[in-house]
């Protein structure tokens, strides 16, 4: 392959890299899109909704929720709220509604100071639905919307609530688990009736709808916040996003094997798991609009709706929930068990990311640092890589030796195609060069590259996780824009370094131009994305000028600084 022609190659992959970052591995790329396409989907007229669509039985309308508050026999019960905890969880439980209005993580601020706000997966707005919240899918039986429980026991670490009706008496307990963000919910339901009584138990979380912020170039600043989630779930044996809210509506329902339902974010999750086996479960979720009458999205919501459950007369049924809510990191999501670990999209290269994380793991507890991790990791994948890009330096510089030849032999048969190819094949063969040889090695690193960027971009390692001096998170991008103007520089010695046989200034004016755009591109990406990308390149920028000067590794590592023999 012409010198020449590896230029233009490399001028592609780059740009296609800057626009598959943009149209595909940019996530927020696509929650832009959705929110321009929520603003416009639905008009004024769209009737807002407080609270998750409910089947109800065909034999009686649905209650209007005035109805549902003059039925409930506990309204008069007086409002009250208990705080329960563990080592990582702060949570604040009502009786109004049986929910939690807060679950703080006790690990995780709002910003990098450590007196602001613990990070909420919980909510007490209006127009959200509540974490934990109960309700019941063709029930035959009257259950109101928000009702008023009785608080029976409740400690430090667990709350109980009842509530009572002529029809059904039920029991809810959540409790935390020790050294976990899990908590374990128990729903016991006494048929009061002298009839068997039908119903599917609901459990559901909501979460506000937050909107990107905007800025950056091209969108590329556009950064969405911390809290901000959207429904997941596993079934049938795989993950499904639903990232694309405009199509989510005001309700999505899907039945199969389902192991968990969840709303998540880049570096959290908030899950639903129903503890049974082997039935077919429902996922529920959606959107709630805003309460003015504008169709804007306020809240989204995600549920496990578990198989109908007929409890005879007299009788007590029991259904088990649990929940895990709290960060995306891989260890804890394994300890779930329910294939909770594949909350992490790692993207199609999955089996080469999940070793990568355990080895950025491994160097942190080394260093105590996940900036100096970071750099110990990038080492040694080069170092591992190095005989890889070792032969593509060599296959660029013998081809560098033909291109002589190769410009003779174009102007002899500039009008013979056929011979030229011929004579060009004859050529290599002669030299022992392979024209792909170069490229290959290039491209069998790509999987490893791309593993690596999902592994930085996903890490909840590196959220809020200091570097030095003013890099305080390691999840947001570089506050002084210093890396990326070194990264730009580097770049362009690289560019410098590697051998052309092309004397086309406007070819060398294009290849310069590559590293402005990565420069501008890197501006508003996660400094410790950055910091792998930045000390990779100074990695080949120096083996690029050794192996220029004719310096082997295996020298230069036995302290050996001069040229190898010919």
């Known amino acids: 392959m012409k010198s020449e022609h590896r230029m233009v190659l490399a001028i592609v992959l780059a740009t296609a890299f800057f626009i598959l970052w943009y149209t595909v591995l940019n996530p927020n790329k696509e929650v832009a899109r959705q929110e321009t396409a929520v603003q416009q989907q639905a008009p004024a007229s769209v009737q807002a909704s407080t609270a998750a669509p409910t089947s109800v039985s065909s034999e009686a309308p649905a209650p209007s929720p005035a109805q549902m508050a003059e039925d409930d026999p506990q309204t008069a019960i007086e409002v009250r709220t208990w705080k329960i905890s563990n080592d990582l969880i702060e949570a604040e439980f009502t009786n109004d509604g049986g929910v939690a209005t807060s679950w703080k993580m006790k690990k995780y601020n709002a910003t990098i100071d450590k007196n602001s706000p613990l990070i909420d997966l919980s909510s007490s707005a209006s127009e959200v639905i509540p974490a934990f919240a109960l309700s019941f899918v063709d029930a035959d039986i009257f259950f109101p919307k928000n009702p008023r429980y009785e608080m029976i026991s409740a400690d430090d670490s667990h709350v109980s609530f009842r509530w009572r009706s002529a029809e059904i008496e039920i029991l809810k307990t959540i409790e935390l688990v020790k050294g976990t963000y899990q908590a374990d919910v128990s729903?016991?339901?006494?048929?009061?009736?002298s009839r068997p009584i039908r119903l599917k138990p609901k459990m559901a979380w909501g979460s506000r709808y937050l909107p990107m912020k905007s800025g950056g170039f091209l969108g590329l600043g556009r950064q969405q916040p911390v809290e901000a989630m959207s429904p997941v779930y596993f079934m049938n044996g795989k993950a499904h996003r639903e990232s694309d809210i405009a199509k989510l509506g005001l309700m999505k329902k899907e039945t199969g094997s389902l192991l968990w339902s969840a709303l998540e974010g880049r570096y959290f999750i908030a899950s639903i798991i129903p503890r049974i086996q082997g039935e077919e479960l429902s996922s529920e979720s959606g959107v709630i609009k805003s309460a003015d009458g504008s169709g804007a999205v306020a809240s989204l919501w995600t549920s496990a709706v578990l198989p109908e459950k007929i409890i005879p007369?007299?009788?007590?049924?029991?259904?088990?929930?649990?929940?895990?809510a709290g960060p995306k990191d891989l260890e804890l999501l394994k300890r779930v068990g329910v294939e909770m670990d594949k909350a992490i999209d790692y993207g199609w290269f999955?089996?080469?990311?999940?070793?990568?994380?355990?080895?950025?793991?491994?160097?942190h507890?080394?260093?105590n640092n996940y900036g100096?991790?970071?750099?110990?990791?990038?080492?040694?994948?080069?170092?591992?890589?190095?005989?890889?890009n070792a032969k593509s330096l060599k296959s660029?510089?013998?081809m560098q030796r033909v291109q002589p030849q190769l410009k003779e032999l174009q102007k002899k048969f500039k009008d013979d195609k056929q011979r030229l190819n011929q004579e060009t094949?004859?050529?290599?063969?002669a030299h022992k060069v392979n024209p792909m040889g170069g490229c290959l090695p290039m491209l069998a690193q790509f999987p490893i590259y791309i593993a690596l960027y999902k592994v930085l971009w996903n890490s909840i390692e590196l959220f809020r996780a200091p570097f030095f001096w003013f890099y305080k998170d390691l999840s947001a991008p570089d506050p002084y824009y210093i890396m990326p103007i070194l990264l730009g520089l580097f770049m362009a010695a690289q560019q410098l370094l590697t051998p052309s046989a092309s004397a086309d200034p406007a070819q060398k004016k294009m290849m310069m131009i590559m590293p402005i755009m990565f420069c501008i591109f890197m501006l508003f990406l996660p400094v410790g994305l950055v910091l792998y990308i930045l000390v990779n390149t100074v990695m080949s920028v120096t083996q690029q000028w050794l192996y220029n000067k004719g310096i082997r590794m295996r020298d230069l590592i036995?302290?050996?600084?001069?040229?190898?023999a010919s």
Request: proline content about 4%; aromatic content about 12%; glycine content about 4%.
């Open 313 to 324: 007369a007299g009788d007590i049924g029991k259904s088990l929930f649990s929940t895990y």
């Open 558 to 564: 036995r302290g050996k600084w001069q040229p190898a």
């Open 372 to 388: 100096i991790a970071i750099i110990m990791l990038t080492i040694f994948v080069k170092l591992l890589l190095h005989p890889i």
């Open 187 to 193: 729903i016991e339901m006494k048929n009061l009736t």
């Open 365 to 367: 507890e080394i260093i």
């Open 425 to 429: 094949m004859a050529l290599f063969k």
């Open 350 to 363: 999955t089996i080469i990311a999940i070793p990568i994380v355990y080895l950025l793991q491994f160097f």
């Open 396 to 398: 660029m510089k013998e």
